[in-house]
Every structure is written in structure tokens, then in C-alpha cells.
């Protein structure tokens, strides 16, 4: 679902997830982290190869407005997601530019 191994062999990488995938999550139910078994390979192989890594995921706002996905294509919470995905935005924006300019 992520592609971020498409991005081997670059320096620098930037991965958006729509669906959460580090710690936020380790304690949720198995089928999710079954399902995020393989993004978080990509990962690791994207780390593995070198590249600096930065990971974008969702709040767990947005988390819960989707939730967890199922209401993901509800055009209804376009104006709440798109409110939420702006401040994850501004939230995120550091650490990117940090990532961006680490080379």
C-alpha cells in the first residue's frame, strides 16, 4: 500500500501513509498490524539502503474520523480531514525540512 521501496535508491525520502504504522499502533488489534507488516518492511529496506527517512501518518484524529480507514472515501469529512491534515501539516513541517535539507 505504501511503494516506499520504490524509493530505494534515492537519498532523501518522504513516505505519506494514510493509515498509522509506528508505535501509535503497536497495541491495536492484530489485523492491523498484519496489514502493517509489509509498509513497515518497505521501511526498513528504505532505512536499510541508506536514504533518510522521514514518515508522514495521519493524527489520530484523522484516525478516528476515518475509522481507521473504513470512512476514508466519505466525502462528508472532507472539510474535518482536510482541517486535520493541515495541522498535521504545520506539525510535520520541521522535521521534514529537516530531513529535506540533511544532505
Known amino acids: 500500500m505504501l511503494n516506499a521501496d520504490l524509493a530505494i535508491g534515492s537519498d532523501i525520502v518522504i513516505a505519506v501513509s494514510c493509515f498509522p504504522l509506528t508505535t501509535r499502533n503497536e497495541a491495536g488489534p492484530a ?3 498484519a496489514m502493517n507488516a509489509a509498509p513497515l518492511a518497505e521501511l526498513d529496506a528504505v532505512r536499510g539502503s541508506g536514504a533518510t527517512l522521514a514518515v508522514i501518518e495521519p493524527s489520530p484524529e484523522f484516525v478516528m474520523l476515518t475509522k481507521h480507514g473504513t470512512a476514508m472515501m466519505d466525502s462528508n469529512l472532507a472539510p474535518e480531514a482536510y482541517r486535520l491534515g493541515q495541522v498535521t501539516a504545520i506539525g510535520v513541517a520541521e522535521s ?7 544532505h
Open 31 to 33: 489485523f492491523f498490524k
Open 96 to 102: 521534514v525540512r529537516r530531513v529535506w535539507h540533511s
